[in-house]
Every structure is written in structure tokens, then in C-alpha cells.
């Protein structure tokens, strides 16, 4: 099934999207396919207003979560329900007022895409396969 996700400043958790519509929220998501989506005019609105509204997802593949509740009735496959681990090595992040991409936590190089992707409780994200930009 294919998301976008984000992380909800107001009840702490991931929120799941699809076709425009939240499916639910999760303390941790697992996604393959992983391409990072940020709206430029979104982050411009940031920087303009100093106030964060959502404008960052990561798009990809749904492939589990932990600790799911669905929105509004909607919910999601059972198989996607699992939380499914694969041992991302590298830290991803996105901050609008330093960054105008994801990047690479550790090097600050753009992401533009993540074979695999781990979005945890606390709010940390781990990639594997990255492709950089460059």
C-alpha cells in the first residue's frame, strides 16, 4: 500500500496517509520504496510565519507498524499491522529552518531515495540503501 508519513506534533505519533485521506496513527512505521516529498511553498510558510505545518512526508510502500490505531474507522491491511524491523544503519532527518530536503543526518547530504526506511517512537528515522543526491 502505498503512504506518505509524517510525524504529528499534536498526539506524538506517525500519521499514515493515503489518497488524501489519514488511515491512522503509530508509534513506529516501516516503509520500503522511499522517496522524501517536502512542498517548498509549505517550508517557505515555516520560515515566513516561524510556525511548522506539514509540508514533509516520506512516500513509500507500507510495509508495518506498531502500536496502530485507525482514524475515523479507516484502517489498514492486517499484514501491515506487523512491525517489521530490517536493521536501517543510516539517520535521516528533515529541519525546514536548516535544510531544505531530508538529508543524511550525519553528513547533511540530500536524500532521494530509501530502499527501506524505520520512522521510531522517538521520533528518529533509519534508512538503509540510500541513494544521495550528487
Known amino acids: 500500500m502505498k503512504v506518505k508519513v509524517y510525524f504529528n506534533l499534536h498526539n506524538h505519533k506517525w500519521s499514515i496517509k493515503s489518497n488524501g485521506k489519514v488511515l491512522g496513527h503509530a508509534d513506529q512505521v516501516t516503509m520500503i520504496n522511499v522517496k522524501p516529498s517536502v ?4 517550508r517557505q510558510r515555516v520560515l515566513a510565519e516561524k510556525r511548522k505545518n506539514v509540508h514533509a512526508y516520506l512516500v513509500g510502500d507500507l510495509v508495518g507498524t506498531s502500536e496502530f490505531t485507525p482514524f475515523r474507522g ?4 492486517q499484514a501491515a499491522k506487523k512491525n517489521m524491523a530490517f536493521f536501517a544503519q543510516d539517520e535521516i532527518t528533515y529541519n525546514p529552518y536548516k535544510y531544505d530536503r531530508f538529508v543524511q543526518k550525519e553528513t547533511g547530504i540530500g536524500i532521494e531515495f530509501a530502499g527501506g526506511v524505520e520512522l521510531k517512537k522517538d521520533r528518529r528515522v533509519f534508512a538503509t540503501n540510500l ?3 550528487g
Open 131 to 133: 541513494v544521495l543526491q
Open 74 to 77: 479507516r484502517d489498514i491491511s
Open 39 to 42: 512542498s517548498q511553498a509549505g
